[in-house]
């Protein structure tokens, strides 16, 4: 049973900073490419940041860049999203993805997902 399991959500005032972590379970993920996207209420999932599975490639949306700091630890089965500098149009449940082979931006590209931590910023 492969999972992706996301923690680190929560309510932050504009401003500040919280970190997504997301654990993987039920297989190696260290050839896949894992993704972080985020989807906020009537509105299309976004990607949001990635990351290629020895971490030497990333891409990241223009909205978050410069702000956030996607990383993984293999050994450990986990991928970190740093967010910093959060806005309000930060809102929305952020979910973890992977991808076997290299990172892309789509969605519909990405394999397994979890079920995703809301993150809140307030104003």
């Known amino acids: 049973q492969v999972q992706l399991v996301e923690s680190g959500g929560g309510l932050v005032q504009a401003g500040g900073s919280l970190r997504l972590s997301c654990a993987r379970s039920?297989?190696?993920?260290?050839?896949?490419?894992m993704g972080w996207f985020r989807q906020a209420p009537g509105r299309e999932r976004e990607f949001v940041a990635a990351i290629s599975s020895a971490g030497g490639s990333i891409l990241y949306s223009d909205s978050v860049k410069g702000r956030f700091i996607i990383s993984r630890d293999n050994a450990k089965n986990r991928v970190y999203l740093q967010m910093n500098s959060l806005k309000p149009e930060d809102t929305a449940r952020y979910y973890c993805s992977a991808r076997p082979g290299s990172v892309v931006t789509a969605a519909s590209s990405y394999e397994y997902w979890g079920q995703g931590t809301q993150v809140t910023v307030s104003s």
């Open positions: 039920g297989r190696t993920f260290d050839s896949y490419a």
